[in-house]
């Protein structure tokens, strides 16, 4: 992964659909912490992309590591795959391009450097494992030394079921990113509550906890600024699932969110994105409004 431009930079010599990144993504043969990590990343800067030397400065370390971790997946990729990556300008082997495409020099701020983001088909992958991921319960298996014979067998089990509990770990925390990042599209960053388009203080909220595929749908969140999200959170203001209006609990009405009583939310452009009814239903009979 090298930041200075070279003419052939577009070009992998295998094709990995989405679905086959979805399965290496799960994999810790071929992707290991790290190289989870960095594909969370990359994911996040998506889609202006990002130079290996910034990505480098910002995981402080140094740049080789960052090619280091990306050559070596691709590397087991393309052994998974009995194939052979595409020679480079050296006559070595180019690695780099298997996970990431380079943005066009005309696209880049800095001409001189490579601007790298994930492959689309990567990119989406990794977003729909988060989704799947995140519904699954994270348990620690509890196995019990029986035997010295058995030992190694059993603590090779454990340390199985402890790289598991950090992948689910990592899917469950990843899956917050993509959640919130779904969801600041659709409402075009902005609280849907308050019309408050400073992203920092943007949560994702989902509308009801509960596991299941509806926990993981836009229908099932909303964009609202860091203190809304506590009220909805407490039952201390919902919304009406008849006209998407804004129903502030009774005790808070003489106060500054008062002012927000009766107003409708700003909904997502495609109605498809709307919030469920019938999750704002059940959001407003908990909170008894």
Known sequence: ??????????????TVSMTEWEDYLNRDDIFNEEALDLVEFFYNQHPKGIPASEVAQEWHVHTNKIT????????????????????????????????????????????????WRLRKELFEAFKNDAIKNHSKDVVETDAEYITKSQHSKIQHQRDIDKRKIKRGEFWQRV????????????????????????IETLQAAHILQRKGEDDNSVGNGLILRADV?????????????????VIVHPDLRD??????????????????????KEALRA?????GL
């Not at 691709?74 to 052979?84: Q, V």
């Not at 300008?89 to 690695?95: A, D, L, Q, V």
């Not at 009220?231 to 699932?241: A, E, H, V, W, Y």
Request: glycine share 6%; aromatic share 12%; proline share 7%.
């Open 229 to 245: 999200h506590l009220l909805f959170d407490n039952r201390k203001l919902s919304i009406s699932p008849e006209d998407f209006k």
């Open 255 to 276: 106060s500054e969110y008062g002012a927000f009583h009766g107003k409708k939310i700003s909904l997502p452009i495609d109605q498809h994105d709307w919030p469920s």
């Open 1 to 14: 992964m090298q930041d200075k431009v070279h003419s052939d930079w577009r070009y992998p010599s295998i």
């Open 68 to 115: 280091a971790i990306n050559r070596a997946v691709s590397r087991k990729i393309y052994a998974d795959r009995n194939a052979e990556p595409p020679p480079n300008t050296g006559g070595g082997k180019r690695f780099w391009n298997l996970l990431f495409e380079g943005l066009d020099p005309s696209e880049s701020p800095n001409k001189n450097l490579y601007y």
């Open 175 to 198: 899956y917050q990113s993509v959640f919130r990042k779904c969801l600041l599209s659709i409402y075009n960053n902005q609280c849907a509550v308050t019309g408050c388009a400073i």
């Open 283 to 287: 959001h407003k009979k908990e909170s």
